[in-house]
């Protein structure tokens, strides 16, 4: 214990079951390996400094805690018994030789509260199978190699640079570690886990996914109180079995933002009409979108492709849906870009037209419906003919309409309309 600000070295190994507590503002080095003969009970260094660990490898029983800045100058692992590792600053290489860090078996959860590698990056950070990492502030390392659990609880915009790897029963946590509305957790690698959790049922959570995404279960989950919104924004390829999402007093929303990408999962609300889809990006959709539980809200911003059912609670379209197989909107529809499934059409609340568009289908369906925007309208069979007798009798069209069209050349279904028709364009059946 130095409790000056002058330098302390420990020039050889270190072992023995008592404690070990190193106190200076200065720099204090660890040449040599810690309790790798006989642990240490645990391990304390004190706020304002640096420890060098040089040694590759520190054990204990009791807890570790590092209050000092901490710089790697070997790749090291540290393990205790099923205790807490703690450290409360920075965690750095020593150079620019990337340097592994590694937990050892048994080792207890660590918490990571300072940046990790923003000075010299980390190499990789390895973790254990029942262990949690939490990480408070940004990472910059080669890779993650996971275990366990990583959770991810930094307040404001943080970066996450390396790729995280899945090799075991594995999660992935962002979730915000106080109330209101997250920061933005941005993922600069690929990443791959079992289950993904963005937000809880009592805090919000936000991430920006720039590397593909593998796995099983992707949660995103709205807080406790309206501020609290919860987002997962897509911007590459997504293979994961399913997505739900759960607004809870909040919203849950997924937006997927990148350029031709494929998106394999089921999206589904946790209950029938939760959870909101915004497509600002050019995907393709695998799998179907509500087959479970509708979502509340399906926007698509961009030109996308579906090669599944889709059922959503309500629809808004600017950009251009196709080859679709089947869409089912229980409520309100604003639609101002053209849409093309193979299948039937299916709209059972009121439709605004925002631009003139046209719907292709193998079949339309309209219950209740009525359009209003001075816009035409065409609804044209997917082939040559409608598949089955179309009725337009559930539809109401509003008096702005500036055209209809309804099927096309060489259609051989009838086609059933509404009892009057008073538009303000031309009419072609």
Same mark, same amino acid.
């Given at each position: 214990?130095?409790?000056t600000?002058g330098?302390?070295?420990?020039?050889?190994s270190?072992?023995?079951?008592?404690?070990?507590?190193?106190?200076?503002?200065?720099?204090?080095?660890?040449? !040599?390996t810690?309790?790798?003969?006989?642990?240490?009970?645990?391990?304390?260094?004190?706020?304002?400094?640096?420890?060098l660990?040089?040694?590759?490898?520190?054990?204990?029983?009791?807890?570790?805690t +590092?209050?000092?800045?901490?710089t790697?100058?070997?790749?090291?692992?540290l393990?205790?018994?099923?205790?807490?590792?703690?450290?409360?600053?920075?965690?750095?290489?020593?150079?620019?030789?990337?340097r592994? =860090?590694?937990?050892?078996?048994?080792?207890?959860?660590v918490?990571?509260?300072g940046?990790?590698?923003?000075?010299?990056?980390?190499?990789?950070?390895?973790?254990?199978?029942?262990?949690?990492?939490?990480?408070?502030?940004?990472?910059?390392?080669?890779?993650?190699?996971? +275990?366990?659990?990583?959770?991810?609880n930094?307040?404001?915009?943080?970066?996450?640079?390396?790729?995280?790897?899945?090799?075991?029963?594995?999660?992935?946590?962002?979730?915000? !570690?106080?109330?209101?509305?997250?920061?933005?957790?941005?993922?600069?690698?690929?990443?791959?886990?079992?289950?993904?959790?963005?937000?809880?049922?009592?805090?919000?959570?936000?991430?920006?996914?720039?590397?593909?995404?593998?796995?099983?279960?992707i949660?995103?989950?709205?807080?406790?109180?309206?501020?609290?919104?919860?987002?997962?924004?897509?911007?590459?390829?997504?293979?994961?079995t399913?997505?739900?999402?759960?607004?809870?007093?909040?919203?849950?929303?997924?937006?997927?933002?990148g350029?031709s990408?494929t998106?394999?999962?089921?999206?589904?609300?946790?209950?029938t009409?939760?959870?909101?889809?915004?497509?600002?990006?050019?995907?393709?959709?695998?799998?179907?979108?509500?087959?479970?539980?509708?979502?509340?809200?399906?926007?698509?911003?961009?030109?996308?492709?579906?090669q599944?059912?889709?059922?959503?609670?309500?629809?808004?379209?600017?950009?251009?849906?196709?080859?679709g197989?089947? =869409?089912?909107?229980?409520?309100?529809?604003?639609?101002?870009?053209?849409?093309?499934?193979?299948?039937?059409?299916? +709209?059972?609340?009121?439709?605004?037209?925002?631009?003139?568009?046209?719907?292709?289908?193998?079949?339309?369906?309209?219950s209740?419906?009525?359009?209003?925007?001075?816009?035409?309208?065409?609804?044209?069979? +997917?082939?040559?003919?409608?598949?089955?007798?179309?009725?337009?009798?559930?539809?109401?069209?509003?008096?702005?309409?500036?055209?209809?069209?309804?099927?096309?050349s060489?259609?051989t279904?009838?086609i059933?309309l509404?009892?009057?028709?008073?538009?303000?364009?031309?009419?072609?059946?």
């Open positions: 214990s130095g409790n600000a330098n302390i070295t420990l020039g050889g270190i072992n023995g079951a008592y404690t070990l507590d190193l106190n200076t503002t200065g720099t204090t080095t660890l040449s !040599s810690v309790g790798n003969t006989t642990a240490l009970v645990s391990i304390t260094t004190n706020t304002g400094g640096t420890v660990i040089n040694g590759g490898a520190i054990t204990t029983t009791g807890t570790q +590092y209050n000092d800045a901490v790697l100058g070997a790749n090291t692992t393990t205790n018994t099923s205790n807490t590792i703690t450290f409360s600053s920075t965690v750095n290489a020593v150079d620019a030789t990337d592994d =860090l590694t937990f050892g078996a048994g080792s207890g959860n918490t990571f509260t940046a990790v590698g923003t000075t010299y990056n980390l190499g990789t950070i390895t973790d254990i199978a029942g262990q949690t990492l939490t990480f408070s502030d940004a990472v910059t390392a080669n890779t993650i190699a996971n +275990y366990g659990t990583l959770l991810f930094a307040t404001s915009a943080k970066t996450i640079s390396p790729n995280i790897t899945d090799l075991g029963t594995t999660t992935i946590q962002v979730i915000n !570690s106080a109330d209101g509305a997250p920061g933005i957790i941005t993922f600069s690698g690929n990443i791959a886990a079992d289950t993904i959790t963005i937000g809880t049922t009592t805090k919000a959570g936000s991430a920006l996914l720039n590397g593909t995404v593998t796995g099983t279960n949660n995103i989950v709205g807080g406790n109180v309206s501020a609290e919104a919860s987002l997962g924004n897509f911007a590459n390829t997504v293979t994961v399913a997505i739900t999402l759960d607004d809870n007093t909040a919203t849950a929303t997924a937006t997927f933002s350029t990408q998106i394999t999962g089921t999206i589904n609300g946790l209950a009409t939760e959870g909101t889809i915004t497509v600002s990006g050019t995907p393709t959709f695998v799998s179907t979108i509500g087959n479970t539980q509708r979502t509340s809200q399906l926007t698509i911003n961009g030109a996308t492709t579906f599944a059912a889709v059922r959503t609670n309500a629809l808004t379209t600017t950009a251009a849906i196709s080859n197989t089947t =869409l089912d909107v229980a409520s309100t529809s604003s639609i101002g870009a053209n849409i093309t499934t193979s299948g039937t059409q299916t +709209y059972n609340g009121n439709i605004t037209l925002s631009s003139s568009s046209s719907l292709t289908g193998g079949l339309f369906s309209f209740n419906v009525t359009t209003s925007g001075a816009y035409a309208l065409s609804l044209l069979p +997917y082939s040559t003919s409608f598949t089955g007798a179309q009725s337009l009798t559930g539809l109401t069209l509003g008096s702005t309409l500036t055209g209809l069209t309804v099927g096309a060489g259609n279904a009838t059933t509404p009892n009057a028709i008073s538009i303000a364009g031309p009419i072609t059946i």
